[in-house]
C-alpha cells in the first residue's frame, strides 16, 4: 500500500504564550491602518506564521521581521526565501540594537553633514506579557521609528489610551503619550486567533510626535529624569503625590514645587496632565532645598 504523504504545512504548537492572528480579513485592516508602505522599511516584530508578513511582502520596500521562536524563523525564512526586499531575523525584540540596524553605517557617513534616519514603520502582534517592555524600547529608540500598529490586549490598550483623570491612566500612558499620538482602531475578538486567547485584543496606531520640547524638558539626561520622575509618582497609585516623592526629596523644596506648578499635594498622579506633571518636574530639578 503506498504511503500518503501530506502536503499541509505543520502547525508549531505555541511556546511562549503565543496567539497568532488567524483572520485575513483583520490582518488587511492592520496592514492598512499602517498606511502605504511602498516607500518604507517596515519593522515587524513577532511575525509568528507569516499573516501579516505575507501582505507586507508584497507592498514595503522593505521588510525586516525579528521572530524569537527558531522554529518559526526557519518556517519564515523558507516561505519568504524568494523575496528579496525581506529578511528575517531570529532573535528577541527586546535585545535588537536599533542603532546598527537603522542608524549610520561606518565609512558612509560624510563630515560636516547631519544623519537623519529613515523613517521606519512598525507593525506586530506583540506578546501579552512583555508589551509595556517592548513600547518602553521602541520609545527609547524613537527616533528611528515613524509610527506603529500594533495588536496588544483590551485591557493595555485601554491603558495606553487612557487619559488624565480615568482609571486606567498610569505610567505606561504617560509614557506612551510623551512620545506618541495614540489611536484606538478596533477590537479583536479571541476567535481571531489560535489559540484563542481568554481576552479580547485591540489594535493601536501610535504616531510618533515626542513632546519634550513642548513641555521644556529638552533631551538626554533630562529627558532620562523625567521618566524617572514619572516612575516615581505613579509608583504607588493608591497614594498621592507628596507621599509619593517626599522621600526623593527636602519637604521644603517639595512644598515650594508643588505651590509653583499648581499642583495640590493630596493630588495622585493618575489626576496630573503631562503639562502639569513636567510643570512640577521642571520646578522640582530647578528648585533649591529650602526655597
Not at 3 to 27: C, E, I, M, N, W
Not at 198 to 204: E, G, N, T, Y
Request: no cysteine; charged share 25%; hydrophobic share 40%.
Amino acid at each position: 500500500m503506498p504511503k500518503v504523504v501530506s502536503t499541509r504545512r505543520p502547525q508549531h504548537k505555541p511556546k511562549l504564550g503565543q496567539h497568532f492572528l488567524a483572520s485575513d480579513s483583520y490582518a488587511a485592516q492592520i496592514v492598512e491602518a499602517l498606511g502605504d508602505v511602498s516607500q518604507n522599511t517596515v519593522l515587524e516584530i513577532g511575525p509568528g506564521r507569516g499573516v501579516l508578513t505575507s501582505l507586507l511582502a508584497k507592498h514595503a520596500r522593505r521588510l525586516i521581521a525579528v521572530e524569537l521562536d527558531r522554529v518559526l524563523a526557519a518556517q519564515l525564512r523558507l516561505r519568504f526565501g524568494m523575496f528579496s526586499n525581506v529578511e528575517i531575523i531570529e532573535a528577541d525584540i527586546l535585545s535588537i540594537d536599533f542603532d546598527s540596524l537603522f542608524g549610520p553605517k561606518p565609512g558612509l557617513r560624510r563630515p560636516g553633514i547631519e544623519f537623519r534616519p529613515e523613517p521606519v514603520k512598525v507593525i506586530g502582534n506583540l506578546p501579552y506579557y512583555i508589551t509595556s517592555d517592548i513600547l518602553l524600547r521602541l520609545f527609547d529608540y524613537s527616533k528611528y521609528f515613524e509610527s506603529l500598529v500594533i495588536l496588544v490586549q483590551r485591557e493595555v490598550a485601554d491603558r495606553i489610551a487612557a487619559k488624565p483623570g480615568s482609571r486606567d491612566y498610569g505610567l505606561l500612558s504617560a509614557t506612551a503619550q510623551l512620545h506618541a499620538r495614540v489611536e484606538k482602531l478596533f477590537t479583536l475578538l479571541p476567535g481571531a486567533f489560535s489559540p484563542p486567547p481568554k481576552v479580547h485584543s485591540a489594535a493601536l496606531r501610535l504616531t510618533i510626535a515626542p513632546r519634550q520640547k513642548e513641555l521644556g524638558l529638552g533631551g538626554g539626561a533630562s529627558e532620562e529624569g523625567f521618566i524617572d520622575f514619572l516612575k516615581l509618582s505613579f509608583g504607588q497609585k493608591r497614594k498621592t503625590l507628596w507621599n509619593n516623592l517626599k522621600s526623593n526629596f527636602p519637604e521644603p523644596r517639595l512644598r515650594a514645587a508643588l505651590a509653583e506648578a499648581g499642583v495640590k499635594p493630596e493630588a495622585r498622579a493618575e489626576t496630573l496632565s503631562l503639562e502639569e506633571s513636567a510643570a512640577l518636574f521642571r520646578a522640582l530639578r530647578d528648585g533649591r532645598d529650602g526655597s
